[in-house]
């Protein structure tokens, strides 16, 4: 069973600049999550999705980043434009369904530097 | 403010030790915590998961036991060996359907 999959795997920019990832989750897994984790801490959600629809967006910064969920498969989150306190690794997860005793499965992360 | 605390940030312990890693939360009123492991590069991996009604759960040589009374829990690993080198990651659902993580634990076990 593939994995979850992100690209990029690094991305360098400048600040005011404007970046996206894209996530592809488990096949037939209904729930993607995406984390900010900056350096020296633990992740942060900032968006659940379920199929194409938002759970939880509680945590993302409105007023730069954004991420959707079309087709309910493949995820992109993008920053626009983007601070020099985005520099972090973005990681998506998937479940299966989104219940709470569910596994996450994370992909490798994105790593973001903005300069 | 909920909030979970992994002390110490960094470990190292010669390899075939057994060792004990921390994890504590500001909130007894937990749904369930889980225990992850994260290698350099790489996105994190779920080891074991305690519900709030479980006091341990364990997964061969790893053993988790929660003390929601004390705010605590615990993850023991058993004849450390060197691919068990990682952070480890602590993470509590507080009732609000997401996961708080701590900052981790860093652990290096030497050969």
């Known amino acids: 069973e593939a994995g979850v999959a992100q690209s990029p795997r690094y991305k360098i920019i400048e600040k005011r600049q404007s970046v996206a990832f894209w996530c592809n989750p488990i096949?037939?897994?209904?729930?993607l999550y995406w984390y900010q984790q900056i350096l020296g801490q633990g992740p942060k959600l900032l968006i659940q999705?379920?199929?194409?629809?938002?759970?939880?967006d509680s945590q993302l910064p409105k007023d730069r980043f954004s991420a959707e969920r079309l087709k309910g498969v493949d995820s992109t989150l993008k920053i626009q434009p983007a601070k020099l306190e985005d520099s972090a690794v973005y990681l998506c997860?998937?479940?299966?369904?989104?219940?709470?005793?569910?596994?996450?499965?994370f992909g490798p992360g994105t790593r973001l530097l903005v300069l | 403010k909920q909030e979970v605390t992994q002390i110490p940030a960094a470990l190292s312990v010669p390899e075939g030790e057994n060792l004990v890693l921390n994890c504590s939360f500001t909130?007894?009123?937990?749904?369930?915590l889980q225990w992850f492991r994260q290698d350099p590069g790489k996105g994190l991996t779920s080891l074991l998961l305690?519900?709030?009604?479980?006091r341990e759960q364990t997964s061969g040589r790893l053993n988790a036991s929660l003390d929601k009374s004390s705010g605590r829990s615990t993850l023991y690993i058993a004849a450390s060996q060197p691919g068990d080198s990682a952070t480890y990651l602590c993470?509590?659902?507080?009732?609000?359907?997401?996961?708080?993580f701590g900052t981790g634990t860093r652990l290096t076990i030497i050969p």
């Open positions: 997860a998937s479940s299966l369904q989104g219940l709470r005793e569910e596994t996450q499965y």
């Open positions: 096949s037939g897994h209904a729930t």
């Open positions: 999705f379920q199929n194409n629809g938002v759970v939880d």
């Open positions: 909130d007894s009123a937990i749904y369930n």
């Open positions: 305690i519900q709030s009604s479980q």
């Open positions: 993470a509590v659902d507080f009732g609000n359907e997401k996961l708080t």
